[in-house]
């Protein structure tokens, strides 16, 4: 029994170990961080929770606006974007939406693709010229 428990506490440490040096080897960048890989994933979950106004944009097409942000946030093109889209304070009620959707319904739709945010404001008016202040929070 007690070569049993040696043996658990041997493997304990040793994963422990093994877990430390594989994020210390991440965060030194040693190992390259894959977009679509589980070291991306591992990192933003590490990192606090980005949030910012969103102060420069530009029109896409139709309804749909264009604003950039950080290259580091886990986007829809990589498997889920955890962005939310607020005007002024309010979250925009269609998250993850068809770019195609976006240019043509609006109607607050809009998609975390990439390093920028594609979106249309509630009533389908310029983001630029309403008045409206818009801000994006990582959940």
Not at 23 to 45: E, K, N, T, W
Not at 75 to 104: A, C, M, Q, T, V
Not at 110 to 132: E, I, L, Q
């Amino acid at each position: 029994m007690v070569g049993a428990a040696n043996r658990l506490v041997s493997i304990t440490a040793v994963s422990a170990y093994l877990a430390i040096v594989g994020c210390f080897l991440v965060f030194a960048g040693r190992i390259r961080v894959s977009p679509r890989g589980f070291a991306r994933r591992l990192l933003a979950a590490l990192r606090p929770p980005f949030q910012g106004e969103i102060v420069e944009l530009a029109h896409e097409k139709g309804n749909c606006y264009v604003a950039p942000l950080p290259k580091k946030l886990i986007s829809d093109s990589n498997g889920g974007s955890r962005l939310k889209l607020f005007e002024d304070g309010r979250e925009l009620p269609h998250p993850h939406s068809n770019h195609d959707d976006i240019r043509e319904l609006g109607a607050g739709r809009y998609s975390h693709w990439n390093d920028a945010v594609f979106f249309s404001s509630s009533d389908n008016s310029d983001p630029a010229k309403n008045g409206r202040r818009y801000s994006v929070r990582e959940i």
